[in-house]
């Protein structure tokens, strides 16, 4: 397997324990995507089991949809690292989208 050495903001926090990737409130997807375009969802969110083989890995963000957010260039996110977590009538979602 070709290994991508990428710099990416990172998944600080994650507060979504029902979601499969989610091990001790920290993301361990290789990266996720935020946003449908309107919401800053986690687009990458699955609501199962913990199953994460590497908890080692930390997940990046790899792509945003939310032009709306001040932390996107070019539908990636330039933040320093984010927090996914509840908002109130919304899916699991980037807790550190900020509109522009």
Do not use: W
Not at 23 to 49: Q, S, Y
């Amino acid at each position: 397997m070709t290994q991508l050495n990428i710099d990416m903001p990172t998944v600080a926090v994650c507060s979504a324990a029902e979601c499969a990737y989610n091990t001790g409130n920290t993301c361990h997807a290789r990266a996720i995507t935020v946003g449908d375009g309107v919401h800053p969802g986690c687009d990458t969110f699955l609501a199962a089991e913990p199953h994460a083989r590497n908890r080692e890995r930390q997940a990046g963000v790899g792509a945003c949809k939310l032009p709306s957010c001040r932390h996107n260039d070019d539908y990636e996110c330039t933040a320093e690292q984010i927090e996914v977590g509840h908002l109130p009538g919304h899916p699991v979602s980037c807790l550190r989208f900020t509109p522009r």
